[in-house]
């Protein structure tokens, strides 16, 4: 009989805890794959203590210094630990290759793809991170101020509207991507982890942001953000 996976996810104050897009990747993968999995949830401000308890293996930051992150998975099944939400689909797919999420050795470009998703969030990130320490407790929001601040200098304010024009410019390109495909999925008619990608995304959108900036969010494109998000959520079974 298998034993559950066990998922270390990060907490916040909303209702249902959840909101990192990093550890919804996995969520959604096992949730899309039929795995049995329970949720342990840290304090964000507690990570790094967890993380090395378990013997998690850290990230690395740009410097080249240690950063322990979740989410973190732990496999009792084979006794695996991973680390990053992309190597936990690659394992998971490795070990559990029903439903397959990489298709066609497409990892290489998966990472590519996320990479590009990335480059659209940037310009907006001051702005998101500024809701998100809102529904963090305040030990957690001291401490992910403190570690984000590198990559998004402070002060951060979600009020700049110049930021929000930058972050639709870019799904705007995104949006021409969907538009070349045959399928309402990025790869046509086959489901993958890139659309996991985009909709972890908007669902860190859509728990963190006030109602009427996700609001703005889902009107773009035709409502097409919105869409993706729950068509996904539909997919893996969490909507």
Known sequence: MMLPLVLYDTLSELPGKNWSPSTAKPRFVLSYKDLPF??????????PIAMKAIGAKPNKRRDGSDMYTVPVL????????ITDSLEIASYLEKTYPEKPILLDNSEPLIRAFGSAIAGF???????????????????SA??????HSADAPLPWDASYDEDWDLLEKGYNIAYEWYQKTEGKWVM???????????????LWYKRVLKEDEWVRISSWNGGKWAQVL???EKECKLA
């Open 230 to 232: 729950a068509d996904v």
């Open 38 to 47: 329970v949720t342990l949830w840290v304090e964000y401000s507690d990570i």
């Open 121 to 139: 969030i940037r310009p907006a990130m001051k702005s998101i991170f500024a809701r998100t320490t809102e529904i963090l407790s305040p030990a």
């Open 74 to 81: 732990s496999d009792p099944n084979t006794g695996a630990l």
């Open 142 to 147: 001291k401490f992910f101020i403190g570690s």
């Open 188 to 202: 046509g008619d086959t489901f993958s982890y890139a659309d996991i990608f985009v909709a972890c995304s908007l």
